[in-house]
């Protein structure tokens, strides 16, 4: 086991949160002695809103759900406690000492070496994240392609609320076009010597078009351009098998416990 490497994968986790709260509007994160704690642009909890992660594994269990459930009944929301499994039993534990069981569970996967940069098929054109419309076509294919994760279409657009805070040196996002129509999209986070993948979709015309597949290889290919020692995701049932075929390798599972809105 590189703990190093695991190390930059998971930082790269805490980082995809802190970048998600930059781009909702409202949203209020606080990072304070360990724990990180985001309310987001509304109540709807889920892994980049209205969620809570340890980034000290020293801090006791007890100490976590204890300013997590302060900080969300000021605010008389719910949230989401995420749980990686190989650094928070103890927080595993203690969620089901009070009945909770997870609502999600999704491998958390690595590459340690870099992908060939793929050949763009005819037909297609490839754009970064160069301007707010290239966003926005982003933030629709998403809408359409979480759906079939029971992720509303309303709530995706709600992540992407200040599309022009995407601009940033520490994002690149790529959409591909058929026919100038926007059709699948992915974006990397780059957190120094780690980078992560997220928000891989296609729309439902395209899909089982290899675009998802090719859109996950630019988008960890620029990672690694960009200096990382390892690109990470957090794998659904969909993407899994094609970041597998990359040779991705799971590390760890992402579980993800809910607490309701108080009454």
């Known amino acids: 086991m590189n703990s190093s490497i695991h190390d930059l994968a998971d930082a790269n986790l805490l980082q995809a949160i802190r970048e998600h709260a930059r781009w909702q509007e409202p949203c209020e994160c606080v990072e304070?002695?360990?724990?990180?704690?985001?309310?987001g642009a509304n109540a709807f909890p889920g892994v980049f809103r209205n969620c809570v992660a340890r980034t000290d594994g020293?801090?006791?269990a007890a100490e976590v759900l204890a300013r997590s459930q302060a900080f969300f009944s000021q605010r008389g929301r719910g949230f989401a406690v995420l749980v990686r499994g190989s650094r928070?039993?103890?927080l595993v534990e203690a969620l089901q000492a009070e009945g909770l069981t997870p609502l999600g569970d999704n491998p958390c996967m690595l590459i340690e070496m870099p992908v060939a940069k793929p050949v763009i098929p005819a037909g297609i054109r490839i754009e970064r994240f160069d301007d707010v419309a290239r966003v926005q076509d982003a933030m629709e294919i998403s809408a359409e392609a979480y759906e079939a994760l029971r992720l509303p279409a309303e709530e995706t657009r709600v992540f992407f609320g200040k599309p022009e805070a995407l601009l940033s040196p520490?994002?690149?996002g790529f959409v591909a076009y058929r026919d100038d129509v926007p059709v699948?999209?992915?974006l990397t986070i780059l957190s120094g010597e780690g980078a992560?993948?997220?928000w891989v979709g296609t729309t439902a015309a395209a899909r089982r078009s290899g675009l998802g597949e090719l859109c996950t290889r630019l988008a960890t290919h620029v990672g690694f351009a960009n200096g990382a020692?390892?690109?990470?995701?957090?794998?659904?049932p969909f993407g899994e098998p094609i970041y597998q075929r990359l040779g991705y390798r799971t590390y760890d599972r992402l579980l993800r416990y809910r607490y309701p809105a108080p009454a």
């Open 229 to 236: 020692r390892v690109v990470t995701l957090q794998a659904s």
């Open 58 to 60: 020293r801090i006791p």
């Open 88 to 90: 928070d039993q103890d």
């Open 170 to 172: 520490q994002v690149i």
């Open 184 to 186: 699948s999209t992915a």
């Open 32 to 39: 304070q002695d360990g724990v990180l704690m985001m309310a």
């Open 196 to 198: 992560g993948i997220y």
